[in-house]
Every structure is written in structure tokens, then in C-alpha cells.
């Protein structure tokens, strides 16, 4: 895996305004809707209700029957156009998560995105793994997308 690069992304359009959009992402207390992985969230003290450039949350996940938690800072919260957060936060964190919202005539472009901002520790995480999440993280996202345009068109 090339670090720097956007190594998964996915697009689905959502018949939906960018603002609405943005807002249900923001509010990462709700991911637990949409999400496989990511079961929800909780804004770390003094932090939230609402996303704000280095605000910090905490992710619960479950991965292969293996529930963890991730410390995330949140990097980019540009309303209705982006949010975006930093596993580990912005100094040592190694994975950023992005969405992107683009007004469009049928709704709002909806971009999700997981970028490898630098390598994971030999030490803790093997290729296999790597391989592993990557795999896992091209379905999850799609299936995020996926939820969130029914929980939005379908409500």
C-alpha cells in the first residue's frame, strides 16, 4: 500500500441535500446505523455535540468477532462539503476516514474514503492483516453508502 495515496473510495449519489447529508456523518454517534465495522461512537469530554476541527471521539468497532475501540480526531469539518477524522489523531494517527458531499440534479455525491497517511507498525499489523482490512474496508464502505442512501430515501 502506497502512504499519501487514496487507497479505497466509493461514490453513490443520495437523493438528499448536502446539508442533511452532512449532518447525519457529522453526528458520528449515529455511524452505528450505517456502518458494519463501526458499531458507534462517543464524543470524548469536551467535545461534541457537533463536529469541529480537532474535536475527538471515540469509534467502538467489531472486526472479525474482535470488538475494539479508536481514538479519533476529527480533521476537516467543512459544512455541507466535508468531514473528515484521523484514526490516532492528526500526529500519529495512520488512517484518515473522508466524506465528501457534492450537490449535484439528483441529490448530493456522496464520497467515502480511507487514505493511509503512513505505515502501519510492523511490529503490530502483518501484510495479511493489511490485506484483510483493506478487504474489508472496500465492501464496508460500499455497505455504508449503501445504508445511509436507504435510511435517507426510505424514510
Known amino acids: 500500500m502506497t502512504v499519501?495515496?487514496?487507497?479505497?473510495?466509493?461514490?453513490?449519489?443520495?437523493?438528499?441535500?448536502?446539508?442533511t447529508l452532512y449532518d447525519m456523518v457529522a453526528d458520528v454517534t449515529r455511524m452505528?446505523?450505517?456502518?458494519?465495522?463501526?458499531?458507534?461512537?462517543t464524543w470524548d469530554e469536551g467535545s461534541g455535540p457537533e463536529a469541529?476541527?480537532?474535536?475527538?471521539?471515540?469509534?467502538?468497532?467489531?472486526?472479525?468477532?474482535r470488538s475494539y475501540?479508536?481514538?479519533?480526531q476529527i480533521t476537516a469539518a467543512e459544512r455541507p462539503t466535508t468531514?473528515?477524522?484521523?484514526?490516532?489523531?492528526?500526529?500519529?494517527?495512520?488512517?484518515e476516514w473522508r466524506y465528501r458531499f457534492t450537490p449535484i440534479d439528483l441529490g448530493t455525491e456522496v464520497t467515502e474514503s480511507w487514505t493511509l497517511l503512513r505505515?502501519?507498525?510492523?511490529?503490530?499489523?502483518?501484510d495479511d492483516q493489511i490485506n484483510t482490512m483493506h478487504r474489508a474496508f472496500d465492501t464496508g464502505i460500499r455497505e455504508t453508502l449503501l445504508r445511509l442512501k436507504s435510511e435517507v430515501e426510505n424514510s
Open 32 to 41: 452505528g446505523a450505517w456502518s458494519r465495522a463501526c458499531t458507534g461512537a
Open 83 to 95: 468531514i473528515a477524522w484521523v484514526q490516532g489523531g492528526a500526529q500519529e494517527g495512520v488512517a
Open 52 to 65: 469541529t476541527e480537532n474535536a475527538w471521539f471515540t469509534g467502538h468497532n467489531l472486526m472479525g468477532g
Open 69 to 72: 475501540d479508536t481514538h479519533c
Open 4 to 19: 499519501g495515496t487514496e487507497i479505497i473510495s466509493h461514490s453513490l449519489v443520495i437523493n438528499a441535500s448536502a446539508e
Open 119 to 126: 505505515p502501519f507498525p510492523a511490529d503490530r499489523v502483518t
